[in-house]
């Protein structure tokens, strides 16, 4: 028998992993690897490539629910490749995921599939929600950090990209983004 090995994820630095933690304590979970990072992606997630480079055979990775893993079906895919390549498996505290068996795959497989489906319709709600503020003239983006007129008015009086850039705490980049806008 191996280890099992636990991962919790929360997306934002302000939510709170103590829910996750308490239940894979629970499991039985004798390593509990946590991040706050985004579940849209698995760049950036090294508490989660630890976990997966750290599997051996006969291990388990337990999570509370799949979207604590991925909110993709491809990167969903991919880990479970990578937790079956090291003859591991995944289980799920709160769903019946267990992929030792054929049920807990084909399990796995639907709720992957609604979770990504979950993110796509919150992309469009959110997408939705801003056409409207801005057909509504509520939304106009974050305000610009940069005073145009400042970058202008240097470079009339004659002062250089890189000084204007330095003196305004910006990249040449935007003084020429500025400049060049201006003609």
Do not use: W
Request: with cysteine.
């Amino acid at each position: 028998m191996g280890t099992n090995i636990g991962y919790a994820r929360v997306s934002a630095t302000d939510q709170n992993l103590s829910l996750q933690v308490a239940a894979l304590t629970a499991a039985g979970c004798s390593v509990i690897r946590t991040e706050k990072r985004s579940g849209t992606t698995t760049t950036g997630r090294t508490e989660l490539a630890t976990v997966l480079e750290f599997l051996r055979a006969g291990d388990t990775l337990s999570v509370t629910r799949i979207d604590r893993l991925a909110r993709s079906m491809g990167d969903l895919q991919d880990i479970v490749r990578a937790i079956r390549a090291k003859g591991a498996s995944l289980r799920a505290t709160e769903q019946p995921i267990d992929t030792s068996t054929a049920a807990g795959k084909a399990f796995l497989d639907m709720l992957g599939v609604f979770a990504e489906f979950e993110t796509n319709l919150r992309r469009e709600r959110q997408a939705e929600g801003i056409a409207q503020a801005k057909a509504a003239g509520v939304y106009k983006g974050r305000p610009p950090s940069i005073q145009a007129e400042q970058v202008k008015t240097l470079h009339t009086a004659g002062t250089g990209a890189t000084a204007i850039a330095e003196q305004l705490g910006i990249s040449r980049a935007s003084v020429y983004r500025i400049l060049g806008a201006a003609n």
